[in-house]
């Protein structure tokens, strides 16, 4: 494979270790944990597995190598930069615990060790794909892990190949399946040891004890770095107003960190839309009231940031799909038979008096995407809708009925974008380089203490890597109960954009000047070498929560 001058480069990047993973380790265990809520329904669901102490890793001196262990890895959901670190640290974790160690891939995802498809990892393979972005060394699909058929039929191949432990780098989804396998593994005796890797460019994996999902400091990285160019393209021309929608199924962290970055007109946050009970008109409203303002300025350009998932958020819009939700996971096969074009009225049919309404009132194509399928673990395909579209459209019309009044009399032209894909294979950055391939060493450390139920952890991510602590937090510890297909499972929590916390605190501080002044800002490329100011920086979401520097 023909490679570029950066990858050759790249290749010889060495991610920093932490200190404690730099010998042999000692394991601290701290007092045992409860669940998110739901405690006595988690606790019920997960005997087994429940109420497992936090773990932190101490280094002692390397001691004699233990007995080798085979591992399995399998790379759950959507794409996110650094998985490639995450196997390569995992690799090289086994190889430390003893060189006979091996690890095998399960390709496209959970479906490969459903289907037993899989290809050892070696060192040749390993070594071409160090700090590179993408999952293409194994392959990544969302098949949903939660059958007793599917556990089975994965611990034939798990015991064919002599597998002792599963790794699995995912979502919360993914990351919530891994908990259900772990508690299964135990509960039967199968000797398999399961441990979950946070992943997800949407940065929604996170609580007091995982401080990030990996994937998320690049994905903002490269989207910033665009949406900076578009910045000053707009400024430059003076004359577009684009509206960038912005990646993130549910959350808005990927925006909110774009906007710290960029510092555009306006950024709509979701989760605030719904704190404040917001309908689709005020959204519209509050965005053409900086069209307004920029224009009485004699400025007829800007850029608005939209996190993909704020459809969901709009309260009415939020109502509608949960009553849809459990309307097509009770009535499925019913919904199917009906003509595609007699479908809207059988939905309207259905549904309450009240999502009737609010389902009549969505332009067409936005209600009909609201019915399509779901993705395997329940979740509208939110990135299918173009809100981009619809808000500059809805502007368009609301500066219309202004201009018609007379309080508006500026040009309105648009551009439309959407980031996600874009960023989700990128080569890692320097944070994430290092991040993964110490979640990927540690999780070989929890393997070799004999752990299972546990996701990778490492914290104080702010600091140099060599002063992260290392560790293993119980997955039953991030859990609640949740309504999914209509029924109520336990899952982990999502962590959504917090209205108190410091990085919505400093947005808000500043959003109104950004909106009406020229306040761009233009981070530039993701640097790979160079001084640490521009190529170690963590995201500004994890400094501020963090508050360890001042801005
Ligand atoms: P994960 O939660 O699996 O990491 O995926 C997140 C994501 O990138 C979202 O931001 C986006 O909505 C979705 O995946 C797109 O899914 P797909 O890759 O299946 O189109």
Known sequence: MKKSALQQARAAYKPQLPIVLTGGVKIVEGEPTQSADNQADIQKLFPNTYGLPEIRFEKVPATESAEPINVGVILSGGQAPGGHNVISGLFDGIKSINRNSRLYGFLMGPGGLVDHKYKELTADIIDEYRNTGGF??????????????????????????????????????????????????????????????????????????????????????????????????????????????????????????????????????????????MTLDQVVDEIAEAVVARANDGNNYGVVLIPEGLIEFIPAVKALIAELNDLLAAKAEE??????????????????????????SLPAGVARQLTLDRDPHGNVQVSLIETEKLLSEMVGKRLEQLAAEGKYKGKYSTMHHFFGYEGRCADPSNFDANYCYALGFTAACLIAAGKTGYMSSLRNLTLAPVN?????????????????????????????????????LKFAKHRDEWKRDTCYTYPGPIQYFGPAEVSDQPSLTLVYEQKRRKY
Request: some cysteine.
């Open 468 to 504: 992260w602590i290392a560790g293993g937090i119980p997955i039953t510890m991030m859990m609640n109960m949740e309504r999914r297909h209509g029924e109520m499972k336990p899952v982990i929590r999502k962590a959504l954009v917090e209205l108190d916390g410091e990085p919505f």
């Open 335 to 360: 919904f199917a038979a009906v003509d595609p074009e007699k479908q809207r009225e059988w939905v309207i049919a259905h549904l309450s008096e009240a999502n009737a309404k609010t389902y009549e």
């Open 136 to 277: 293409d060394i194994i392959g990544s699909g969302r098949t949903k892990l939660e059958t007793k058929e599917q556990f089975d039929k994965g611990l034939e191949i798990l015991r064919e190949l002599d597998i002792k432990a599963l790794v699995i780098i995912g979502g919360d989804d993914s990351n919530t399946n891994a908990a259900i396998l772990a508690e299964y593994y135990k509960a039967i005796g199968a000797g398999v040891q399961v441990i979950g890797v946070p992943k997800t460019i949407d940065g929604d994996l996170k609580n007091s004890v995982i401080e990030t999902s990996f994937g998320f400091d690049t994905a903002t990285k490269v989207y910033s770095e665009v949406i900076g160019n578009i910045q000053r393209d707009c400024n430059s021309a003076k004359k577009y107003w684009h509206f960038i929608k912005l990646m993130g199924r549910s959350a808005s962290h990927i925006a909110l960190e774009c906007a710290l970055q960029c510092q555009p007109n306006v950024c709509i946050i979701s989760e605030e839309v719904e704190a404040k009970n």
